[in-house]
């Protein structure tokens, strides 16, 4: 029963599990923040150009059943927008910074000691040793 709770404290207060949780509350707060700037500022922009910044009062029946297709319709012009957005926002982030996305090059495993490290690596971080570099 003890080794189970020491191998739960090092899962649950190691690096990775912490970085995991942290970034997934961060992304979580821009979600919103780049939501509400859909919502607040760029549907405003649609209504403008299209009369309309939504399509909830669109739907079809069939045998009655009523098919509210509008709604569908608001939320994918929403999601694109958002998605848009987003790319436009790392992108902006990419150029101010000149660094792409963190763990964006992935990682493997080395010849050596088995620890994972970046594909690109020629030194092995942990064990020192050269090694090849895995080019795509």
């Known amino acids: 029963m003890r080794k189970l709770l020491t191998e ?3 899962f649950a207060f190691g690096g990775n599990l912490v970085d ?4 997934i509350a961060i992304g979580a707060a821009f979600a919103g923040v780049v939501q509400s700037l859909v ?7 649609v209504a403008a150009v299209f009369g309309q910044p939504s399509f909830h009062s669109l739907h079809g029946s069939i ?6 297709y509008g ?12 998605a848009l957005v987003i790319l436009l ?6 150029r101010l910074t000149g660094v792409e996305a963190a763990g964006a090059q992935g990682n ?6 088995k620890s994972f490290i970046p594909v690109d690596a020629t030194v092995c ?3 020192t040793r050269d090694i090849e570099p895995v080019v795509a």
């Not at 045998?63 to 509210?68: A, D, K, M, N, V």
């Not at 709604?71 to 694109?80: H, Y």
Request: aromatic content about 8%.
């Open 8 to 10: 739960f404290k090092t």
């Open 20 to 23: 995991i949780a942290i970034g």
């Open 39 to 45: 919502d607040h500022i760029i549907l405003p922009i």
């Open 63 to 68: 045998r009655g059943t009523r098919i509210p």
């Open 71 to 82: 709604d569908f319709l608001t939320d994918l012009v929403s999601f694109l927008l958002l």
């Open 89 to 94: 926002l790392v992108k902006l982030i990419k």
């Open 108 to 113: 493997r495993e080395c010849d050596h000691c």
């Open 125 to 127: 971080m942990y064990c």
